[in-house]
């Protein structure tokens, strides 16, 4: 099996969607804790419009505050050109650009059409190319649309195959909403990696089902898994949507599986407890709660 990367979204994905805000200095914060485990991959911010995503404000006063790691990539998610722009003065090295396969939910998430939102993110990878800057292109609704319902996979490859033409370093599938099983995301997953370009996954828990198709996407040649730690997370846009697979869970089962992940299970799960601190409940995680097995000495 190639390596995997793990990404972890919680200071994104994970804080996007609840009634209040965090402070940037604590989302920094969390940034560098999540570093120091040994994840290689931190989505921290994104850069988009404060009046729609009230709890992304600041996400310039978060880059700043982030302590830089050597073998630690910090990513941003944009969703246009603007959003590019205060990406790369910010200093971040990697884009993240997100749109629905879907119609319906790409003009409620984006205010966009999937086609603009192809000519947006095909110019946006270009400049990054010309900027030395990485970037990764995450469908979303790639298995199933709140408005629509079911997505006809050969949709999917086809704005896969748009997308990998433009050039981006990874292209990742999204479960929005949380409705995949195990046999789609094999054969997806597997459609999408014939285009020859890195495919990973982006998982939600929302009928549990996140944590069989993470294991799924890897046999189908996925090597890239985001993850939110405590299983924060869910969309705005998207009703209903629960959490992101917990990153401390996904950790747990790789590592039990014999796949190397780099982390260190036992301090991800003590920024897991921290993080319930600051936000005052408890987590949708499980192992860290449960504890590691066997149980530390």
Known sequence: ???????????????????????????????????ATG?????????????????????????????????????????NERGYDRLVASG????????????SFNRRN???????????????????????????????TAFGCPFEGKVDPGRVTDIAARVVDAGPDEVLLADTIGVAVPRQVRALVAEVAILGIPVGVHLHNTRNTGYANALAALSAGAT??????????????????????ATEDLVYLLQRE???TGVDLDALIGVAVWLEGVLG?????????AGPFPPLP
């Open 224 to 245: 890239l898994l985001d993850a939110s730690l405590g299983g924060i997370g869910g969309c705005p846009f998207a009703p209903r949507a629960t959490g992101n697979i």
């Open 1 to 35: 099996m190639s390596a995997i990367t793990l990404c972890d979204v919680a200071p994104r994905d994970g804080l996007q969607n609840r009634a209040e805000s965090v402070e940037p200095a604590v989302r920094a914060e969390l940034v560098d804790r999540l570093a």
């Open 110 to 140: 984006q205010g966009a059409s999937v086609e603009e939102s192809l000519v947006a993110v095909q110019s946006i990878i270009g400049r990054a190319r010309e900027d030395g800057i990485s970037s990764t292109v995450t469908l979303s």
């Open 92 to 103: 971040l090295r990697e884009v993240h650009f997100s749109f629905a396969v879907s119609e």
């Open 258 to 260: 014999g796949i190397e």
């Open 39 to 79: 994840l290689s991959r931190i989505e921290a911010v994104s850069f988009v419009s404060t009046s729609r995503v009230p709890q992304m404000a600041g996400a310039e006063e978060v880059v700043a505050r982030i302590t830089s790691r050597v073998g630690v990539t910090v990513a941003g998610l944009v969703l």
């Open 281 to 289: 409940v408890e987590l949708e995680g499980q192992v860290y709660r």
